[in-house]
C-alpha cells in the first residue's frame, strides 16, 4: 500500500471547517483514499473513502486531486468532540490489510 | 452500522500469566479480523491479520507463540497473550471485516492491558 504523508498536528477554531491535508504522491490506480479518526483511547472511526472522486457523507467531505496525488478532508464545522488523531490511509483492492501512519493530531479550539 | 466489541475493556494481570482477548462481530459476518497494538502516544501497528478457520498470518517482528489467535467462528477472534511481561502493557485493538463488503473494516474499542 501507498505511504502516506500527513502533517503532524493542526488546530482549528470550534464551529470553523477543518481542513486536514495527505499526501499519496505514491498512489497506485487500485488503491482507495480512507480516512479514520481515534478519539484518545478508543478504537478508530471510519469517517470516509474515496478512489477519484469527491466524495461526502453525512460526518465530512473528501476532496481529491485529479492526479490522486493527495487528498484533504473537510469537517465542515468543527466541534469539540472531533479533536482526535486523524489517519490517511491508502489501501488497495481487495483490502488485505490496513496500515496506519502517525495521523494528524486535530485541536478544536472553543 | 456495524459494531465490533471487545472484552474486557481493561484488564491489568501479573508478570508470567496469559491473558485472553475477545474481538465479536455482533451484527455482522467477519471472515477476517485484525489485531493491532498500540503504545502511548504511537500509531496503531498491525500484529496479524485472522481468517476465520485457518491460522493466522503474524506481521514481521511479532512472535506467534506469544500472541495466540483463534478466529473459530465469524464472528469470534481471540488474542491470548501468553506469559505476559510488563513490556506487553498495551493498547489492543481488533477490527473486522464485514464478509458482505469489499472494503470496509470496523474497529473494536480496544483493551488496555497492564501487566504488573
Known amino acids: 500500500d501507498a505511504k502516506t504523508t500527513q502533517p503532524p498536528s493542526m488546530d482549528c477554531a470550534e464551529g470553523r471547517a477543518a481542513n486536514l491535508p495527505c499526501n499519496h504522491s505514491?498512489?497506485?490506480?487500485?488503491?482507495?483514499v480512507y480516512w479514520y479518526r481515534q478519539i484518545h483511547s478508543q478504537g478508530p472511526q471510519y469517517i470516509i473513502h474515496?478512489?477519484?472522486n469527491n466524495e461526502t457523507n453525512e460526518m465530512a467531505s473528501l476532496i481529491i486531486t485529479e492526479d490522486r496525488k493527495s487528498s484533504t478532508l473537510i469537517l465542515p464545522h468543527a466541534t469539540l468532540r472531533d479533536t482526535a488523531v486523524y489517519y490517511c490511509?491508502?489501501?488497495?483492492?481487495?483490502?488485505?490489510?490496513?496500515?496506519f501512519g502517525t495521523g494528524t493530531k486535530l485541536q478544536v479550539i472553543p | 452500522g456495524a459494531v465490533v466489541s471487545q472484552h474486557p475493556s481493561r484488564v491489568i494481570c501479573k508478570s508470567g500469566t496469559s491473558v485472553k482477548i475477545e474481538c465479536r462481530s455482533l451484527?455482522?459476518?467477519?471472515?477476517?479480523m485484525f489485531w493491532y497494538r498500540q503504545f502511548p502516544k504511537k500509531s496503531l501497528m498491525l500484529m496479524a491479520t485472522?481468517?476465520?478457520?485457518?491460522?493466522?498470518?503474524?506481521e514481521q517482528g511479532v512472535e506467534k507463540d506469544k500472541f495466540l489467535i483463534n478466529h473459530a467462528s465469524l464472528t469470534l477472534s481471540t488474542l491470548t497473550v501468553t506469559s505476559a511481561h510488563p513490556e506487553d502493557s498495551s493498547f489492543y485493538i481488533c477490527?473486522?471485516?464485514?464478509?458482505?463488503?469489499?472494503?470496509?473494516?470496523?474497529f473494536g474499542p480496544g483493551t488496555r492491558l497492564t501487566v504488573t
Open positions: 474515496g478512489l477519484k
Open positions: 505514491t498512489i497506485s490506480g487500485n488503491e482507495y
Open positions: 477490527s473486522a471485516r464485514d464478509r458482505d463488503s469489499t472494503y470496509e473494516q470496523y
Open positions: 485472522s481468517n476465520e478457520g485457518s491460522k493466522a498470518t503474524y
Open positions: 490511509i491508502a489501501v488497495s483492492g481487495g483490502y488485505q490489510k490496513v496500515t
Open positions: 451484527d455482522f459476518q467477519a471472515t477476517t
